[in-house]
């Protein structure tokens, strides 16, 4: 176990973000992932749950969601109960660097699933080796994280700058990849992955569109709740900080604001 800091936790506001970023992205990430009919389904790092539903729903059959926090385990019990989809999948407690796979689950899924996971742990290629040992011979196996670098609002709202690399600076404090988008292939490759194909998927949006509110509590929800780690960590001052949210609050109000971002994606199957 690597013992690594989920920076964003899992307080009831942190999880309205989260829920709200399912809301925004799923159906783009279900666009490019066609979950197949019959497939069994593992999600390892299924946070509220929400994806994982909505996989094993397209699959028509139960899915596994191996989640280490337990407060997000009881949402997604929850979530799932008051959209009585309790029968579509089974929430499980567990870390991604070290599986809690039943001696029949190993080598056993169709297809394992990863999204925002892996730029929250010190050695992605040790998740990856636990991932590869879930999925079946002939499965697949898709990750979908973050390259912070390529993070783009525009116009650039006031202070920003200095806020993003103050975020992207806490990441490397707790010994994680904030670019580790861009090493999907790579860490597919190292893990013995055949067939392999990337894309990127789009999660941005312009001040036109209806889901820009959605985009823009997204950017202002991550950045204050790592306001405390960066503050202890001396990566920002408050100043500096208070002045880049009101920066952005201040973006997110004009008319020409827009958000530049897709987020690097990956598939790949085990021979
Ligand atoms: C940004 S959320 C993404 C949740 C979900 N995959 C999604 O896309 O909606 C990241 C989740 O990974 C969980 N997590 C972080 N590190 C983990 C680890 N080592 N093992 C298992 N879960 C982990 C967090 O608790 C959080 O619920």
Known sequence: MDNSIYIHGSQPEEQQRLSKLNKMLNQACMQVLQPKEGERILDVGSGLGQFTRA?????????????RDIQQLHAAKDFAKADQEEHL??????????????????ESFDLVHCRFVLEHVKHPDKVMDQMILGVKKGGRVVICDDDHSTFTPTPTPFGFKALWEAYIRSYDRLGNDPFVGRRLVELMHTAGLTQIRNQLVFFGGCAYEEKFELVADNLIGILSGAKGFMLSEHLIDERTFDQGMAGLAHWRKQKDAA?????PWAEGWKK
């Not at 996989?55 to 989640?67: D, F, T, V, Y």
């Not at 599986?99 to 689950?105: A, D, K, Q, S």
């Not at 958000?259 to 987020?263: K, R």
């Open 89 to 106: 999948v089974d929430f499980r407690q567990g870390d991604a660097n070290d599986l809690p796979l039943l001696e029949e689950e190993v």
């Open 55 to 67: 996989m094993a729903k397209r699959a028509g059959i139960k899915a596994l969601g191996i989640e």
């Open 259 to 263: 958000l530049w971002y897709a987020i």
